[in-house]
Each structure stands twice: as structure tokens, then as C-alpha cells.
């Protein structure tokens, strides 16, 4: 590593959450592979409140390759990427959520390795391997990201873009010159997942084992919450990508659904909310999630077309124009 130019780019978008041990974890492997003149961190706080802005100021003293920004309004999760993008140097970029921490000592080393192998985009994976919030309330969202987050770099390579997680990637600069971030994606969900399916069908994503735990636990209700408000990305998803989306286990169950009249599907999503908030098996719980989840996209989905149906003159009307 000789050239002055910068080899990597660790970029992090953080919102309302202190930064402290990621950065730690950091810059304590930087200096002991000794690269911290080819390695850059940029970190871009997306309108935290005070609190955590006044905390993470702090860290991004540690040392004099932390690039740090905050933005004066929220801009979004695909919005906020590519504004980073924008302010990155180096041949490769790695993509950090804020909330996660590596599980491995050797995590850089590791992304450093695949940069000398000539890799193009390799995902490390998330774990939930080391959780800080214990606390019984965060239970069922420790359980669902054990469920559908942390699966082995072989079984996430079979549907490479379903396990692709902006939280933890490493992408060759050329490729973001090319595919970035749709920022249609706003609000909650989908924006990654969106973007690696375009990313796997152009270059392909290689799966390893090198995993973040991902810390960032939120409350039961909450978790069912940013589902509700992630229908209208989810149905986004769905009409971008069609043809993949007919092939995802959810489609069949869309599919069975949406031969149900208006009240019944009402009447599923109450049930599903119902049991959710008070079963206190996870197990049940995640299966109402992801029941509800299909009743909601049915309904939006339906809700969007008989819209569309009302937007379309008919024969006569285009007849009399």
C-alpha cells in the first residue's frame, strides 16, 4: 500500500445513536494494521437530536482520519448514502450502518483482503452475536433479526440479493459511479434491498462470513410499527422488480389473499395486530408480522390499482374528447 491515495472508505450515516464503540472498534484496527494513512472514516449525522449529536462529536476526535458532518434536516436512508458517496475518496467504500459493531478483530483486515483479491462487491453479513439492550422488551426483535437476518454466508449466497444489507458492504468505486441509491425510497425499508437486487443482476454479490452484530434492538410495538410504514416502499419494491418479486415465498401468499373481499382482509390485519401485541410466544408472534405484512401489501397494492382504474378515461369519454 503505497500510493497516497486512500484504499477505503468507511462510510456511516448515523441518526440518534452514539457511535462510540463502532468507532472504537474502528480506528483500535487501523492502527494495528498500521493504515491509517490509506483508510478514510466519513460519518454523516442525519439530524440526530442534540444528545447525540453532542456524544458523537466527541468520538469523531479520536484520530485524524474521521471525517464527520451533520446534516440541518433529515434527508433519509438512500438520501443520506449517496450524500456520502459524494465526500468519499477511496477506490472502495465500505458501507457501515451506525448501530452495528464487528464481530471479528480481524473484520478490516478481512474487507483489506478482498480489496487485494480484486473483489468488486462482497457482503459480510449481520449477526446478532453480541446484543447490548437486554432488556425483555427487545425480545422479539432479537428473535425475528435471529430468524431472518443472521443466516450463513453459503444460504445467503443462493438469493444473494435478499441477504443484501447496506449495514455491512463493501463495493469497488466504479460500481456507485454507475448504481446507486434510488432516493424514491423514502421513509423506512426496502431502499437496500432495492438496490442489491440492481446490483446483482449487474455485476454480482459475493457472500462471506464477516459479520457486524447489529445493536440497534427496538421494542416489540415498534418493530411492528416500521412494518406498517414500510408497506408503501415494500409495494414500490414490488412494481420495479416484478418478475423477482413473483418469485419470493411472500408472492404466494399475496396471491392467495387478494381472492378476499376488502372485509375480510380488514378483519385479517385486526386478528394479526391483535395477537401480535399480546402473544407472548415469538414464534406466533413473527408468524402474525409476516402475515400481516402480506395483508397490508394486499391491500395497498388493491387500494392502487382501483385508483389507477379511476384515473383511466374510459372508451366513451376518450371517445368525446
Same mark, same amino acid.
Given at each position: 500500500?503505497?500510493?497516497?491515495?486512500?484504499?477505503? %472508505?468507511?462510510?456511516?450515516?448515523?441518526?440518534?445513536?452514539?457511535?462510540?464503540?463502532?468507532?472504537?472498534?474502528?480506528? $483500535?484496527?487501523?492502527?494495528?494494521?498500521?493504515?491509517?494513512?490509506?483508510?478514510?472514516?466519513?460519518?454523516?449525522?442525519?439530524?440526530?437530536?442534540?444528545?447525540?449529536?453532542?456524544?458523537?462529536?466527541?468520538?469523531?476526535?479520536?484520530?485524524?482520519?474521521?471525517?464527520?458532518?451533520?446534516?440541518?434536516?433529515?434527508?433519509?436512508?438512500?438520501?443520506?448514502?449517496?450524500?456520502?458517496? $459524494?465526500?468519499?475518496?477511496?477506490?472502495?467504500?465500505?458501507?457501515?450502518?451506525?448501530?452495528? #459493531?464487528?464481530?471479528?478483530?480481524?473484520? #478490516?483486515?478481512?474487507?483489506?483482503?478482498?480489496?487485494?483479491?480484486?473483489?468488486?462487491?462482497?457482503?459480510?453479513?449481520? %449477526?446478532?452475536?453480541?446484543?447490548?439492550? $437486554?432488556?425483555?422488551?427487545?425480545?422479539?426483535?432479537?428473535?425475528?433479526?435471529?430468524?431472518?437476518?443472521?443466516?450463513?454466508?453459503?444460504?445467503?449466497?443462493? &438469493? !444473494?440479493?435478499?441477504?443484501?444489507?447496506?449495514?455491512?458492504?463493501?463495493?469497488?468505486?466504479?460500481?456507485?459511479?454507475?448504481?446507486?441509491?434510488?432516493?424514491?425510497?423514502?421513509?423506512?425499508?426496502?431502499?437496500?434491498?432495492?438496490?442489491?437486487?440492481?446490483?446483482?443482476?449487474?455485476?454480482?454479490?459475493? /457472500?462471506?462470513?464477516?459479520?457486524?452484530?447489529?445493536?440497534?434492538?427496538?421494542?416489540?410495538?415498534?418493530?411492528?410499527?416500521?412494518?406498517?410504514?414500510?408497506?408503501?416502499?415494500?409495494?414500490?419494491?414490488?412494481?420495479? /422488480? %416484478?418478475?423477482?418479486? /413473483?418469485?419470493?415465498?411472500?408472492? %404466494?401468499?399475496?396471491?392467495?389473499?387478494?381472492?378476499?373481499? !376488502?372485509?375480510?382482509?380488514?378483519?385479517?390485519? &385486526?386478528?394479526?395486530? &391483535?395477537?401480535?401485541?399480546?402473544?407472548?410466544? /415469538?414464534?406466533?408472534?413473527?408468524?402474525?408480522?409476516? #402475515?400481516?405484512? @402480506?395483508?397490508?401489501?394486499?391491500? &395497498?397494492?388493491?387500494?392502487?390499482?382501483?385508483? @389507477?382504474?379511476?384515473? $383511466?378515461?374510459?372508451?366513451?369519454?376518450?371517445?368525446?374528447?
Amino acid at each position: 500500500m503505497t500510493s497516497a491515495q486512500k484504499i477505503l %472508505s468507511i462510510i456511516i450515516p448515523v441518526r440518534n445513536w452514539d457511535i462510540g464503540l463502532l468507532i472504537k472498534a474502528l480506528i $483500535t484496527e487501523i492502527y494495528s494494521l498500521a493504515v491509517e494513512e490509506h483508510v478514510e472514516i466519513i460519518i454523516a449525522d442525519d439530524y440526530s437530536e442534540e444528545q447525540y449529536r453532542d456524544l458523537n462529536r466527541i468520538h469523531v476526535q479520536r484520530a485524524e482520519c474521521i471525517s464527520y458532518y451533520e446534516l440541518d434536516r433529515n434527508i433519509g436512508r438512500a438520501a443520506i448514502r449517496n450524500d456520502l458517496l $459524494t465526500r468519499a475518496t477511496g477506490r472502495y467504500l465500505l458501507f457501515l450502518d451506525a448501530d452495528v #459493531l464487528p464481530d471479528n478483530p480481524d473484520f #478490516l483486515e478481512t474487507y483489506l483482503g478482498c480489496i487485494e483479491g480484486k473483489e468488486q462487491l462482497v457482503c459480510g453479513g449481520i %449477526s446478532y452475536q453480541k446484543r447490548l439492550l $437486554t432488556e425483555q422488551k427487545y425480545n422479539f426483535y432479537f428473535y425475528k433479526g435471529r430468524r431472518t437476518e443472521w443466516v450463513p454466508a453459503g444460504e445467503r449466497q443462493r &438469493t !444473494a440479493w435478499r441477504y443484501f444489507f447496506s449495514a455491512n458492504v463493501l463495493i469497488k468505486r466504479f460500481i456507485l459511479n454507475r448504481i446507486v441509491l434510488d432516493e424514491r425510497f423514502s421513509g423506512y425499508g426496502y431502499e437496500d434491498i432495492e438496490w442489491g437486487i440492481r446490483l446483482d443482476q449487474t455485476f454480482g454479490i459475493r /457472500h462471506i462470513e464477516n459479520t457486524c452484530s447489529h445493536l440497534g434492538l427496538v421494542e416489540k410495538e415498534e418493530s411492528f410499527l416500521r412494518m406498517r410504514n414500510s408497506i408503501r416502499n415494500f409495494t414500490m419494491l414490488q412494481e420495479i /422488480h %416484478s418478475e423477482i418479486f /413473483h418469485r419470493t415465498r411472500i408472492a %404466494s401468499t399475496v396471491n392467495l389473499l387478494s381472492k378476499f373481499p !376488502a372485509i375480510v382482509l380488514g378483519a385479517l390485519d &385486526t386478528v394479526c395486530s &391483535t395477537v401480535f401485541a399480546f402473544s407472548p410466544f /415469538h414464534r406466533l408472534s413473527l408468524f402474525c408480522f409476516q #402475515l400481516d405484512k @402480506a395483508v397490508l401489501f394486499t391491500q &395497498t397494492a388493491r387500494e392502487k390499482k382501483k385508483n @389507477a382504474r379511476k384515473s $383511466t378515461p374510459s372508451s366513451s369519454e376518450r371517445g368525446s374528447v
